[in-house]
DNA sequence: TAGGGCACGC
DNA sequence: GACGTACGTGCCCTAG
């Protein structure tokens, strides 16, 4: 190994994590794991990599309690301070970030990292190797030689100072040897080595260097200058005999690790982007999308065509259409591309909008689609007035289907999670921001072309994994179909009332200038009032309201805390009112509008279908999901959404309590299936089940308590989640679970089972098989853990409660179109279907809508849904 | 431009 | 014993 110059970086990983932890603020992330140590790990390691380039690295880690240094003396490291719960908790994420990295981290059992760090980077001296030491204990630096230099720490994490024989020599005038000699002599107290007392760095130094080390010292007491420095050397030899030798790190440790193997390997992009992601080091995550780029890609080959003739086109087919923006109803469509047999044609929307053959083969049921994202598909076809049918496969869908947890930020991301050629990131084919532009055309139709044939060269490998996981019935037989009836409601859109949503702000601008200067008044001041910053100052420090809460950047002026505060000042109903309309102004008011499609007056959301981990749809530009229903000033905006068609009415239609039927069905408990047999309110009955009570003895109080823990059950909250939502301690919010669990003790069976299969499996799945995987469920953090187990006694009920609905909307679409009615689907929101009909039509609905809707799925208790009509959303309550 | 705080729905 | 605790979308504010 002559020639090519091999450098290795040893890390002590205690001493930097300590650093990092003590040197930064306490972070954390959202789900209250702290990761300052992490995050500062992370970014030494960054800068290290790059201003070293090491070709080798390790990373050596403490082990346990007791080392061979304690047979020497028994209280060594004594006196430390216990490793803080906060930073402990850090380690297993320290590991997985260099588990990402591809780097080796070692520890070995009564050594110390030191002694692993001495002993390899004396083998590697031997070899031949540079080294460079890591670490924040200056201990290391007796390790310095040509070939060996010490990094220790100085302030901060980042700021170094390099240790070398000839730095040593200039700092303190001895050689690196003679670092051991010293500590012998002078001690050390974070490590509890007692040293020579009354001896210092001083004296030690001016000793070496006039006797050049500790045993020629102790051998040459006569000669030493000052009668105490005598006496004390000469009661305290073998105090520092044994000090020298605590201090001497050993470089023959039983280290099995071999030097080859230290070799740095390629980073593992996927698992560091799923450890950043979920730490939340969003700023490394940017980063790591730079570095990502670099892949090497390679050209694909593709035809641009003008037309297709009769015949070019096969019977099966993967296609793929490029557009500029997410918002694919309205987004400039750039191009499609097929690939076909073993070629890949682009052409441009403008031609295929003109090639008959092309919209025929779109249309035609039995040629068969493998596309990626079948509803922006169609959608975007049908905006150039084609219907495209036949789709047998979509990427997106396949691949959240297999693991939703895996973010589906765009194609390049996905294709290579099923180990496809690098596909280039949208983003670095566009650029991003305000520098977002279409590419040359070479490039777009490059890049359009490869993703159809990405497409194909990874269709097996997902249909494979589908089948395996026994996935592909949910795949063909629910996702797929949902794709184009959402497509279809979509594209219908909903008709908004302009003028009344106008006419309502008008009102609502006036309200609230007369709330916001009561508040002026009170306040005695003007000031921002949507600025919780500028409102904790008026209410916290001018005003004396006592501080209840805070948050990280101040005081907390949540609804909830503000509630508290209402019978303190005047002022907190008008800012909660301000707060109350100000929302309703923005969002519903505003918001709204600004979404309005200016040709119809119709507003098309967006649903998501790949996104939430329950099986959920989630709703953008606008969200249609959130509209207000609960305060009646909010729940007015639904008068602005209206029938498109004159004398149609709104009809809407939702499932009773779908999440406690799912529950009894899946625990089989007799007491709850009970409440829905006999069609009783399941809050009442849960009241009267948990407070022991009979049906007329159950008060308010009683059945709003038992309406928060059914909650609690069917969203997966905590017992601290329900004693803030009852406003009461958790011990009583915990109590009431409890009592609740021994009412229904079938379902505490489940919740018992199924927090044991996930564990077992890795997973918890639905009633039609989709999984959601816990990886958590194992883990030693506390607070991890706890989200994990209640993920995993939620996910079966919530995601079930998706399933049944999402198969309703397939047989309803089905069903509306084999009755040749003319009622159209709008919207979903979670358990509520909303429809708008003609009102010859409204008493077969009646019918039909419940019908198909109550006989989705069958469960051991019946499913019940209510429905009414009206001229407005709002009126069909 | 990103993130925090807040509020809306289920 | 920790230490924070359904999800998702979108608004406004603030700091960089």
Redesign the pocket.
Known sequence: MIGLSKKLMLIDGNSIAYRAFFALPLL?N???I?TNAIYGFTTMLMKLLDEEKPTHLMVAFDAGKTTFRHKTFEDYKGGRQKT???LS?QFPFIRDLLDAHNIKYYELDQYEADDIIGTLSTQAEKDGFETVVISGDKDLTQLASEKIRVDITKKGITDLEKYTPSHIEEKYGLTPDQIIDMKGLMGDSSDNIPGVPGVGEKTAIKLLKQFGTLENVLNSIDEVSGKKLKEKLEENKQLAEMSKKLATITRTAPVTVKLDELEKQEVNYDKLTKLYKEL?F??LL?KLDGEEEEIELKDIEWEEVTDFKDGDLPSHAELYVELYDVNYHTADILGISVHADKKTYFISPENAAKSEVFKKWIEDENVTKSVYDAKESIVAFDRLGMHLKGIDFDLLIASYVIDASEAADDFASIAKRHGADAVPTDESVYGK??KKKVPEKNELMQHTARKAATIHAIKETCISALEKNEQLELFEKLELPLAAVLAEMERTGVQVDIDRLKDMGVELKKKLEEIQSDIYRIAGEEF?I???????VILFENLKLPVLKK????????????EKLKPEHEIIEHI?LF??L???Q??YI??LL?VIHDDSNKIHTRY?QV????G?L??????L???????EE??KIRQAFVPSEKEWVMFAADYSQIELRVLAHISDDEGLKEAFHKGMDVHTKTAMDVFGVAKENVTSGMRRHAKAVNFGIV???????LS?SLDIT?KEAADFIKKYLDSYPKVKEYMDDIIHEAKQKGYVETLLHRRRYIPEITS????LR??AE??AM?TPIQGTAADIIKKAMIEMAERLKAENLQTRMLLQ????LIFECPKDEIEKLEQIVPEVMESAVELSVPLKVDYSYGSTWYDAK
């Open positions: 954390n959202d789900k209250g702290h803080p719960p906060e908790e939340g969003n700023s940017d921001g305000a921002n949507n600025s919780p910053k500028q409102l904790g948050t990280k950047t101040g005081y907390s002026t949540s609804a909830d805390i503000l909660l707060r109350q100000g929302k309703l923005s969002t505003e918001g600004k998501n996104l939430t981990q329950t959920r989630s709703s953008t530009d606008p969200n999901q959130n509209i207000p229903i609960r305060l909010g729940r969203y997966g909250i905590s017992d601290y989640g803030q958790r030693r953090n506390f607070n706890g989200f209640r993920t939620n929101v979670h358990d509520e």
